[in-house]
């Protein structure tokens, strides 16, 4: 990077950082530190409720995973905003009238005692490795742009988060995610542009989204009723319903922004910002990935993005590396011509048919040793990882951006970054001060102590998840790990909560066992069959709300 990339990239961070810890000055009642003193609007409620949802592995990995493997993803969001409509009208008006500080406080005065500790630890475990994940995303950036040592970039993007958390709580967490969520969104836009504008004197716009097309990186819906399959539209309106709906309904780190608004009505309203602008925000980011794959038929590809793990085996095994890299170019010349011919003729033409055939064979071919660069990576270091997808996107960054513009991506994506793990490691505090330390430890502190003790606990979540952000490594894409790590846990905590809302004749043993039964069923499933992770979230949860109803009718009758 360039000295003037380092000054935009730092005097971004620096300024978003700066602005929120002097916004937040002189907090000290666990009214403001915990819920902001209630003084949110829509609009940042909204804003922030994004950015925490959208971390740096939204735009690390999801474009990767659109060059990989087309935009299917997009069926993971088709049932977020029938979750958040339900969020706004039958999840806020609870909260807000019971005053609660966290999600779980209301299981107690629902259930009892257990259960309630039982919802805030399954959630602590959960977020709390995934805030490890989110912390090891912009490191990755930091160690291939510096050339350092993963370890220290982890240590370096972690304590910079914990810094500002600390200071401000979740009036700082809200009020930074506002102006990051702002750079992030123009930082998209003007590289999808770069994109498009290189493409120009190949390819039209039009002619790029039907090469894409026909090499299989726009299907974004599929009605297969497969369940075996990860993306469908049926795995995504109902598995990724109870998947948002847990996450926006029953997840401290997103209850936590909008019970900090003014009043139920601004906090609805920034769930419907989000039920409006989510989808449309993932398709354009998938949509860059799949431009950036018609990209890189006409620009030099690396045959595998993690150069890095190139030049380590070329080390070892100089001979296999130069070879597969010789033929690495002469297949990407080779489909580079398939493509431009395809382009040039009617594609309704038996002409046309036969460019289409050829431009496939040409891709397979090339993907094919791709895929053996990989396994001769694997077989001389099994610890390396070999899935590159998560790479794409900033190798395009670095090597095609301006100068100026690169600092600018490289802060969109530490801003996301910043945002999402922040909102983590606020809500895994308020949690544990409130559901543990609170609730358990010492009920009668003063709001100071409480305060102090949120603090503390935020800067211990912060180094745990620094330490399971070393275990991200082993992870094939960063996007889809989050949502499996969710899934495991999801559909559980939002049977809970669908139980004491609408199941009033269960109590809470019966509920604490179904939980603790239907959580060990999908840890089996998952570990066992292949079934597609977004449909834990509707069997956990269907599982904790019959099980329930079956135990408590057992109870009834002894």
């Avoid at 977020?80 to 299981?107: G, H, S, W």
């Avoid at 999801?490 to 019966?510: D, E, P, Q």
Wanted: charged share 15%; glycine share 8%; hydrophobic share 50%.
């Amino acid at each position: 990077m360039s000295g003037l990339d380092l000054l935009v990239l730092f005097g971004t961070l620096g300024l978003i950082v700066g602005y929120g810890v002097y916004k937040t000055l002189g907090t000290n009642s666990m009214q403001d530190y915990l819920l902001a003193g209630n003084s949110m609007k829509w609009g940042t409620i909204g804003l922030s409720v994004m950015a925490t949802q959208a971390s740096a592995i939204t735009f690390i990995s999801t474009p990767g995973q659109a060059y990989e493997s087309g935009m299917a993803f997009v069926q993971n969001y088709f049932g977020l905003p029938i979750a958040l409509v339900i969020v706004a009208f039958v999840f806020i008006p609870i909260y807000y009238r019971l005053k609660v500080y966290t999600a779980y406080e209301y299981l107690e005065s629902r259930f009892d005692k257990k259960t309630r500790l039982l919802g805030a630890f399954l959630f602590l475990i959960q977020r709390g490795l995934a805030a490890g994940i989110t912390i090891y995303a912009p490191a990755i950036i930091l160690s291939t742009i510096l050339g350092w040592d993963l370890v220290y970039t982890v240590l370096l993007v972690g304590l910079l988060v914990i810094i500002y958390t600390v200071s401000g709580g979740t009036k700082a967490v809200s009020i930074t995610q506002k102006q990051q969520m702002g750079v992030i969104l123009f930082g998209m836009v003007v590289a999808f542009g770069f994109i498009v504008y290189y493409l120009s004197p190949f390819v039209s716009f039009t002619e790029a989204l039907h090469v894409a097309g026909n090499l299989d990186k726009l299907n974004a819906v599929d009605f297969s009723f497969d369940i075996e399959k990860r993306y469908t539209v049926w795995s995504g309106v109902l598995g990724g319903l109870f998947l948002a709906l847990s996450y926006f309904g029953t997840d401290q780190s997103q209850v936590q922004r909008y019970l900090g608004g003014k009043n139920t009505a601004e906090s609805k309203m920034g769930l419907m910002f989000n039920a409006v602008m989510k989808i449309p925000m993932q398709f354009f980011i998938l949509l860059t990935g799949a431009m950036l794959y018609v990209f890189y038929i006409f620009y030099p590809s690396p045959v595998h993005f993690n150069e890095r793990s190139v030049e380590e085996l070329h080390v070892v095994a100089p001979e296999q590396t130069d070879q597969l890299l010789s033929k690495h170019e002469a297949l990407h010349i080779k489909r580079r011509e398939a493509v431009l011919s395809f382009v040039q003729t009617d594609m309704e033409t038996p002409q046309g048919q036969i460019g289409i055939e050829e431009m496939k064979e040409s891709t397979e071919a090339l993907e094919q040793n791709r895929q053996d660069m990989r396994e001769l990576i694997s077989a001389h270091d099994a610890s390396m990882k070999t899935k590159d997808s998560d790479y794409v996107f900033l190798t395009f960054i670095l090597n095609y951006l301006p100068e100026g513009l690169i600092g600018l991506l490289i802060a969109v994506i530490f801003s996301a970054a910043m945002s999402s793990t922040s909102g983590e490691l606020n809500a895994l505090a308020s949690t544990t001060t409130v559901d543990f330390y609170k609730n358990i430890v010492n009920p009668k502190a003063t709001d100071r102590q409480y305060v102090r003790v949120s603090k503390l606990l935020t800067a211990l979540w912060g180094c745990l998840a620094i330490g399971f952000a070393f275990m991200a490594h082993q992870s094939e894409n960063l996007i889809e790990m989050v949502n499996i790590l969710g899934s495991l846990f999801y559909g559980n905590i939002l049977g809970i909560f669908l139980v004491a809302f609408f199941v009033k004749f269960v109590k809470g043993t019966a509920v604490f066992w179904a939980a603790i039964a239907s959580q060990l069923l999908i840890l089996a499933l998952f570990q066992f069959t292949e079934i597609g992770y977004l449909w834990f979230n509707l069997i956990g949860c269907a599982g904790v709300i019959g099980v329930s109803v079956l135990i408590q009718l057992f109870r009834k009758g002894e």
